[in-house]
């Protein structure tokens, strides 16, 4: 069983090396970009604009393959990192590398298919698969939340930046 | 540009008809389940039952082709449905048909490579393409929140059910 998914547009960002690129969202603050949809999508982001924020799926294009145990950013600042259930992190190296974003909606150009975005931690020319509005009723958690392993340290993510472990060879990471 | 993917698991849930299933999780209170992850992939649920909630990603198998304006499920349940940009809802027919749930995680079996899921609403047999952590530093807006069309009606995906719109011929429907 495989799926293929094909770009439905790029992300444009001023994020074009991936160490020193902020991990998450949280360590981009203020920063702007833009989702371009490709020619044919355009009219599907009709009334987006009355949606304060999305979720952005997209492709880890600088990401090969994975390990099931990881050492994410957020753990091992001073060597001291714990390796992790690969699906207990964010990283992208993973079987399927689909990254997701939480991104603030500025303005929507229905008409140019372009949504500009704010507080963008994706890297430049980042392949876009779908976006989706946030919808609080469906995506914020009801009941106790608890973060595990990263805890408090989600907070770091506002400061920690990318290094080089993810970076597959001659390549780049990706900013989660 | 084209992704290939493939299945890291399969979802088993109560509901195994499209028809008449929760369209999101908030109508899916107490609804259990289960990920059953390929052989494999187990290891990499290390450090998950820390968590209190996940986001699953799947693939919509039920569901085929796509129109960039469509006619939500909270839209038109007395035939006054408002067409709106695919790209401004969750309906399963999507260039990509990538879906996104969160769901309250259970008990983590890693050594069986099972999560048990509570409140879920995804169709028996939905192929997992991957699970990641919620983070609230990541996934939680900040500043001020709208919901566009969806507004306050996305209080009724706790009542509303699937019908039959977004079913492909001989099929059924996905549950978002």
Do not use: C
Request: aromatic share 10%; hydrophobic share 40%.
């Amino acid at each position: 069983m495989e799926f293929l998914y094909r770009p439905i547009g790029f992300v444009r960002s001023p994020f074009t090396e991936a160490k020193g690129s902020p991990i998450q969202p949280s360590g981009a603050r203020g920063a702007e970009g833009r989702i371009d949809l490709l020619p044919g999508y355009a009219a599907g982001l009709a009334d987006l604009a009355g949606f304060s924020h999305l979720f952005a799926l997209y492709h880890f294009h600088r990401s090969s393959g994975f390990d099931l145990s990881v050492t994410p950013f957020l753990e091992g600042r001073e060597g001291q990192g714990a390796p992790r259930g690969l699906f207990a992190t964010r990283a992208p190296r993973r079987p399927n590398p689909v990254g997701l974003s939480l991104l603030r909606i500025g303005r929507v150009d229905v008409a140019a298919g372009v949504v500009h975005v704010v507080d963008i931690d994706l890297l430049d020319g980042t392949p876009v698969i779908d976006l989706k509005p946030y919808v609080p009723v469906f995506d914020a958690p009801t009941g106790e939340v608890r973060s595990g392993w990263i805890g408090e340290s989600g907070r770091d993510a506002a400061t920690v930046r990318a290094d080089g472990r993810f970076v597959a060879p001659g390549q780049g990471t990706d900013g989660e």
